[in-house]
C-alpha cells in the first residue's frame, strides 16, 4: 500500500526567503506524485505534479519541486516567499498503473512573515 | 474555467439522521471520489467510483455510507445514520482517469 509522510507539520519562513516543504513517499513500482494546497475554508488546490520525465517539476504560483527517486522524496519549493503562500500544503501519491485513490501526506502548515 | 461543484456548503443534522451531500463533477471526467477532511487534518480517501459503480473504497466507507450517480450529472455521497464522528469537511473529486484530481470546495457536515 502507498503512503505519503510529510516530516513537519509546520513549516515558518520570512517573506522574500527560500522555503521548502518535505515529502517523502512509498508506493509500489513508479509513483505519480502531487502537490496540493489548501487555503482557510476551501478546497484542495492543484499545484503540481510528477508523471515521468525531468526531474524538476515546475507548477503554479512559482513553486516547484523535484523527484527523487534513491531518496524517494517530492519536496516542495519555492524560491521567494509571499505572505499569500501561507496554507496548507498536501503532497500526495499513487501508483503509475491502474487508477488507485490517491493517498495524502497529513499536511504541513506554512507561514510566511511579512 | 470548469469545475466541481458541492452542496451544501454545510449542513447541520442531528444523530440518527440521514444526509445526502451533492457533487457535479466535470463534465467529461469518468472517475468520481468522495474524501473526508476532520478539523484540517489529513485529507482520506472514502470510495472511487467509476462506469457506474464503486472501484475501490476504504475502511472508512462502511454500510453506513453509499454513492450513486443518479442522472448521469450528479455524484452522491448518502450516510444512513449518522454519528458525531462523520462530522467533517466531504470533499468530492473527479479526473478523467491518470493525472491530477480536481477537487470541489466541500461539504462541511456537522453532526449534534
Known amino acids: 500500500a502507498q503512503s505519503v509522510a510529510q516530516p513537519e507539520d509546520q513549516v515558518n519562513v520570512a517573506e522574500g526567503n527560500p522555503l521548502t516543504v518535505k515529502c517523502t513517499y512509498s508506493?509500489?513500482?513508479?509513483?505519480?506524485l502531487f502537490w496540493y494546497v489548501q487555503y482557510p475554508n476551501r478546497g484542495l488546490q492543484f499545484l503540481l505534479k510528477?508523471?515521468?520525465?525531468?526531474?524538476l517539476v515546475k507548477g503554479s504560483y512559482g513553486f516547484e519541486a523535484e523527484f527523487n527517486k534513491s531518496q524517494t522524496s517530492f519536496h516542495l519549493k519555492k524560491p521567494s516567499a509571499l505572505v499569500s503562500d501561507s496554507a496548507l500544503y498536501f503532497c500526495?501519491?499513487?501508483?503509475?498503473?491502474?487508477?488507485?485513490?490517491?493517498?495524502f501526506g497529513k499536511g504541513t502548515r506554512l507561514s510566511v512573515i511579512a | 474555467e470548469p469545475e466541481v461543484t458541492q452542496t451544501p456548503s454545510h449542513q447541520v443534522t442531528q444523530m440518527g439522521q440521514e444526509v445526502i451531500l451533492r457533487c457535479v463533477p466535470i463534465?467529461?471526467?469518468?472517475?468520481f471520489y468522495w474524501y473526508r477532511q476532520i478539523l484540517g487534518q489529513k485529507v482520506e480517501f472514502l470510495v472511487s467510483?467509476?462506469?457506474?459503480?464503486?472501484?475501490?473504497k476504504s475502511e472508512i466507507f462502511d454500510d453506513q455510507f453509499s454513492v450513486e450517480r443518479p442522472d448521469g450529472s450528479n455524484f452522491t455521497l448518502k450516510i444512513r445514520s449518522t454519528k458525531l464522528e462523520d462530522s467533517a469537511m466531504y470533499f468530492c473529486?473527479?479526473?478523467?482517469?491518470?493525472?491530477?484530481?480536481?477537487f470541489g470546495e466541500g461539504s462541511r457536515l456537522t453532526v449534534l
Open positions: 500526495a501519491v499513487r501508483p503509475n498503473s491502474g487508477n488507485t485513490p490517491l493517498v
Open positions: 508506493v509500489s513500482g513508479n509513483p505519480y
Open positions: 510528477y508523471i515521468t520525465g525531468d526531474n
Open positions: 463534465s467529461n471526467h469518468l472517475y
Open positions: 467510483f467509476y462506469n457506474n459503480e464503486i472501484s475501490e
Open positions: 473529486a473527479s479526473n478523467q482517469g491518470a493525472g491530477e484530481l480536481f
